[in-house]
T-cell receptor
Framework: EPEVTQTPSHQVTQMGQEVILRCVPI?????FYWYRQILGQKVEFLVS????????KSEIFDDQFSVERPDGSNFTLKIRSTKLEDSAMYFC?????????????FGQGTRLTVV | KNEVEQSPQNLTAQEGEFITINCSYS?????LHWLQQHPGGGIVSLFM???GKKKHGRLIATINIQEKHSSLHITASHPRDSAVYIC??????????FGTGTRLTIIP
């Protein structure tokens, strides 16, 4: 069964460092998303991406964040200068609404710890 | 404001019990999703529905559009059902707006 894969599963980084979280969405999906979940809190939307550009972003997704689809398969989230409060589980998801479905398929998540 | 509310936040039950988790939402959803989050953190989609009822194994999801309410039921609950169950909605665009989740613990 097709699945969304994320790497790494866990990343520890120093405050102020740049991190890149990687995702391989399901191959025929057209919409891609990043969500995050701070420990003990609910999952929050960060950004959606369609047709090689951001289609929507939340207030959380400030200038420190960027997304890219560098080739036909990868979808990345970059945090330029990490802060302690960026520590969270980051989830990538993809969907194919043109099939009449908004069902999103999630990756297993990347646990980011900023120290 | 697009909001999703879930109850209860925590639920502990004995194996075999019938489980109900509730979700209410503000107007204008295009679809309601039930998801399961495992202890390791991964999220799995259980159901997506916009009307009526869906069933998969021991899990049943219902939605009442007029009352803006959905329920997730688990019949003959088992310890392996222990997880966090999350209600989420799409409000006309494609992103999901999440509820706070219900932590379910089934005791053998």
């Amino acid at each position: 069964e097709p699945e969304v894969t994320q790497t790494p599963s866990h990343q520890v980084t120093q405050m102020g460092q740049e991190v890149i979280l990687r995702c391989v969405p399901i191959s025929n999906h057209l919409y891609f998303y990043w969500y995050r979940q701070i420990l003990g809190q609910k999952v929050e939307f960060l950004v959606s991406f369609y047709n090689n550009e951001i289609s929507e972003k939340s207030e959380i997704f400030d200038d420190q964040f960027s997304v890219e689809r560098p080739d036909g398969s990868n979808f990345t989230l970059k945090i330029r200068s990490t802060k302690l409060e960026d520590s969270a589980m980051y989830f990538c998801a993809s969907s194919d609404p043109h099939k009449g479905s908004t069902e999103a398929f999630f990756g297993q998540g990347t646990r980011l710890t900023v120290v | 404001k697009n909001e999703v509310e879930q109850s209860p936040q925590n639920l502990t039950a004995q194996e075999g019990e019938f489980i109900t988790i509730n979700c209410s939402y503000s107007v204008g959803i295009s679809a309601l999703h039930w998801l399961q989050q495992h202890p390791g953190g991964g999220i799995v989609s259980l159901f997506m529905l916009s009307s009526g009822k869906k069933k998969h194994g021991r899990l049943i999801a219902t939605i009442n559009i007029q009352e803006k309410h959905s329920s997730l039921h688990i019949t003959a609950s088992h310890p392996r059902d222990s997880a966090v169950y999350i209600c989420a909605a799409t409000f006309g665009n494609e992103k999901l707006t999440f509820g706070t989740g219900t932590r379910l613990t089934i005791i053998p």
